[in-house]
């Protein structure tokens, strides 16, 4: 008996960091969509993008490659199907949301070694990165209030060019297609 007891308060103990990180992280994505905390925000059971077309599609992105790679996809999806994703400028006319902030107190100083075989060079060189958490999510309106469609978080290198919300997107695009195939 008792250990069973042990399990569940174990078990409890390692739920409620998790809960809090969730609670955090809805936290930090209704403060990038600027809406109130009355709107229910949740991952969705079985990912569907809204019916409706065009798609519209805000993003928001303190990242200017982030921004025009996903622009670069919806010209790409335009040029094969015309007026099926349109960006918009105000989020309240938006049906998807595509966000991807840097996270607050990640940001650091890295220093990478590379060998050289070259004499002249010495032993090696060093060069200085800076890299930091980003998260990112690809967001649908239903009729309950907020999905959470797609979401991925990643280390990366600040400057270097940002693929990561595309791909998000490109994936909830093809994955909706499917599952509207069948």
């Known amino acids: 008996m008792s250990k069973v007891l042990l399990l569940s308060v174990a078990i409890l103990v390692l739920m409620i960091p ?6 955090d992280e809805i936290a930090a994505l209704r403060k ?6 009355g709107v229910s925000i949740a991952p969705a059971a079985s990912p569907q993008l809204p019916g409706e077309r065009p798609l519209t599609v805000f ?16 010209n790409e999806i335009n040029k094969k ?13 938006a049906s998807v ?15 990478d070694t590379a060998n050289s075989m070259d004499p002249h060079l010495g032993g090696g060189q060093t060069h200085n990165t800076y890299k930091a ?8 309106r239903n009729g309950n209030g907020l999905e959470i469609l797609g979401r991925f978080k990643k280390d990366v290198i600040l400057g270097d060019r940002r ?16 599952s509207e195939k069948h």
């Open 133 to 140: 958490e980003v998260r990112g999510y690809v967001v649908a």
């Open 18 to 23: 998790a809960a809090a990180q969730n609670a």
């Open 81 to 93: 199907q015309a007026g099926t994703v349109e960006l918009v400028t105000e989020s309240t006319k």
């Open 97 to 111: 949301w595509l966000i991807q902030y840097e996270v607050p107190g990640t940001r650091r100083k890295d220093t």
């Open 163 to 178: 693929m990561e919300l595309r791909d998000a997107f490109n994936k909830v695009l093809k994955d909706s297609s499917k």
């Open 32 to 37: 990038h969509l600027g809406i109130p905390d």
């Open 59 to 74: 993003i928001h992105t303190g990242d200017q490659s982030a921004t025009a790679e996903v622009q670069k996809l919806v």
